[in-house]
């Protein structure tokens, strides 16, 4: 497994910038908001087309709602469909 790739990292906390959708466990479907926060579960290589692609946890409110999208290199830049987000000061930051 990849651990960076192209400025973001398995584990980072991303923001979307695109509506999202995907499969629930119940065979629903929901789509989450531009906006909506995520994080990158795994960095692969697909090999082919699909290059290096990212699995991108996205959630609501609702974690039972949880969807996993892949964005690959086929589908372009991952910086067109997600952002680093910020980094929210911990208690340890106070000492």
Partial sequence: MIQEHKGFRTGQKVHMKVDTTGGLPDGGEVTFPA????????IRDFGGRQGIGFEVAIWSHDPEQTIVNVFDDGDGDPNEFFRAAPDLPTEDDDE
């Fill in 35 to 42: 906006g909506s926060p995520g994080v990158i579960d795994a």
